[in-house]
Structures are given as structure tokens and as C-alpha cells.
């Protein structure tokens, strides 16, 4: 297994470089980068032969594609719902920044052409997972901007989840034979977690990533006292999409499902 975690700085131009086809993360087969944005500043995005996701983390921003143009704003990630622009090879989105902003963009190899598309919170309402399960430990909330079912002519899916104080999300441990990409913020800029990917773990901390290659277990947790925010980044494989009935939990816990705790 190569490098599963990293903590990767924005340069003075503002762009953070998670995954790239060719850096230590290539087994992720995307390209993952974070930009800050000064208030007037804007930045085009135009991809041939790969499709690109842009999602707003925070800030307000003009969106531009496709003859099309929206003002959209976030608090945060963990008040308010997320915006996303999704397009194929060789279409533009514009990101024109109103507020100071900050964005991520996925992208990954995608020859095939499809209507642009813009997510709204409302397209993506968060939905709690593992209520009263577990001790209640593993509450957390969940969306999906888009997978295989919403948008199958995409070779990735795009997501989010916010673990409650002191909660683990991931969990059960859980595998999928396609690569996932996580990356973390903080409600707090000290806040801090524990990430796992097969036997290793590491500190997340606001901003940093884990890259998990396929077939690894991947649970995680939050520090007591503090939110986590996950954009969580699927790449599916040739012939073989990741589907919300993929999550193959660990035979060794399943018997977790049926245990009694005491609260």
C-alpha cells in the first residue's frame, strides 16, 4: 500500500494539491485540489477528456457554465448544505468570488458528454445514519451530491458527512474494491481525529486528506468537543461502479448490529 494520508499547505497563489494522476496518491485516479479565494478573484476550471466538480466548502461565489450563471453562498460546512456545479470533458465553470471563498475541485478521466449540472442543498438534504446504534457513538449525517444512481454517466461520486462531537463515522469498518478520498475540516482549527485506513492511522486534522486505496477497511473518528467535516470522493472502477449497496462491512463486527449497549 502506498501513502494513505497527507497534510498538503495552500501556496501563495491560494491552491491546495491533494491527488493528482501522477503524485504519491496516483491509486486514487482523480484529481482532487482545494483553492482559497479572494473576494474579486476568479478562477476557470476547463478539462479535456475529464469531467470536473465543483463544490463551494464556504463564501459566496458566482457560478458560470454552460451559458448559465448563479450566485450561491455557504456559511460553512457544517451549517448550511452544499452547492456543486458538475460538468464533462471540455466544458468551463467560472468561479467568480464575491466573499472570500474557499472551493474544491474534483475531476477525474471521463470521455463521455453530459448536460451540466448545479446541485443545490436541497438536492443533497443531509440524512442521519446509525441513529441509537452502537451506544449512539456512530450517529452521524450524510449526503450525496451525486453517485452512480444520480448521475451514471459519471466515473465518481461526491459527497458529504459531519460526525457529531467525540462520534465515529465509517463504521462499522467497512471496504469497497473503488478508491475513496476523504478530506477533513474542523469546526475549531485545533479540532482533531483519528483516521484509519487497514492497520494505519493518523491524526486528521483540518485540511488534511486520506487516501484510501481500494479493499481497505476505513472507519474514523472525532476528538470529544468537536465537529468533523468529511467530503467524501469516490472513483468508481471500469465495469464496476461503487453503489450505496457496496458498503461491504467487516465480518468481524457485524455482531455489533444486533448487541445491546448501555447508554
Known sequence: ?????????????GEKILTTYDNEYSAMMMDIRVYRMKAGETRSFRKEGEETA????????VFRFDGQEKEVSRKDVF?????AVHVCTGQEVSVEAVTEAEILVQSTKNEKDFAAKLYAP???????????????VAKRRVNTIFDHDIAPWSNMVLGEVLNDRGNWSGYLPHRHPQPE???FKFDHPEGFGASFVGDQVFKSTDGSFSAI?????????????????????????DGNP???TDRCEDEKYVWLHDAKFDE
Not at 122 to 136: H, I, L, Q, R, T
Not at 222 to 229: N, T
Open 1 to 13: 500500500m502506498g501513502k494513505v494520508f497527507g497534510y498538503p499547505k495552500f501556496d501563495e497563489n
Open 54 to 61: 465543483v463544490l463551494l466548502l464556504a463564501g459566496k461565489i
Open 79 to 83: 451549517t448550511e448544505g452544499p452547492w
Open 122 to 136: 436541497e438536492d443533497a438534504p443531509w440524512g442521519y445514519s446509525c441513529v441509537g446504534k452502537f451506544g449512539n
Open 181 to 183: 478520498t476523504y478530506y
Open 213 to 237: 486505496p481500494g479493499g481497505e477497511l476505513h472507519p474514523q473518528a472525532v476528538a470529544p468537543g468537536y465537529q468533523m467535516y468529511t467530503c467524501w470522493m469516490i472513483r468508481h472502477l
Open 242 to 244: 461503487w453503489l450505496q
